[in-house]
């Protein structure tokens, strides 16, 4: 059994800032890659930011240079700091992570409830 509690989410204006949180706990052996994805009403959930063990960040292109994502493995938590908020950025924000259950275990994921976050003046 995975948890995934994210926080952080809420209403802001445009040009505000946000940072989300999710913290991982449970049967988790170790974590693989934590990041954040978002789905807009009447859109499909796209991906938002990633950090994968050994790599670079990585984002999509419409938030590149305003968001960043980072990961504090010792808590087993990923964050998605988000300034020069836009109205395009609303949406809900889930959160994922790719992990392994025990040594030697095929890889799973898991997704988070999600977190609402609205940028409206």
């Known amino acids: 059994q995975v948890q995934l509690v994210e926080s952080g989410g809420g209403l802001v204006q445009p040009g505000g800032s946000l940072r989300l949180s999710c913290t991982a706990s449970?049967?988790?052996?170790?974590?693989?890659?934590m990041g954040w994805h978002r789905q807009a009403p009447g859109k499909q959930r796209e991906l938002v930011a990633y950090?994968?063990?050994?790599?670079?960040?990585s984002y999509a292109e419409s938030v590149k240079g305003r968001f960043a994502v980072s990961r504090d493995i010792t808590k087993n938590t990923v964050y998605l700091q988000m300034n020069s908020l836009e109205p395009e950025d609303t949406a809900v924000y889930y959160c994922?992570?790719?992990?392994?259950?025990?040594?030697?275990?095929?890889?799973?994921?898991?997704w988070g409830q999600g977190t609402q976050v609205t940028v409206s003046s």
């Open positions: 950090i994968r063990n050994g790599e670079p960040p």
């Open positions: 994922h992570l790719y992990y392994f259950s025990a040594a030697y275990s095929v890889m799973r994921d898991y």
């Open positions: 449970g049967s988790i052996y170790s974590i693989e890659t």
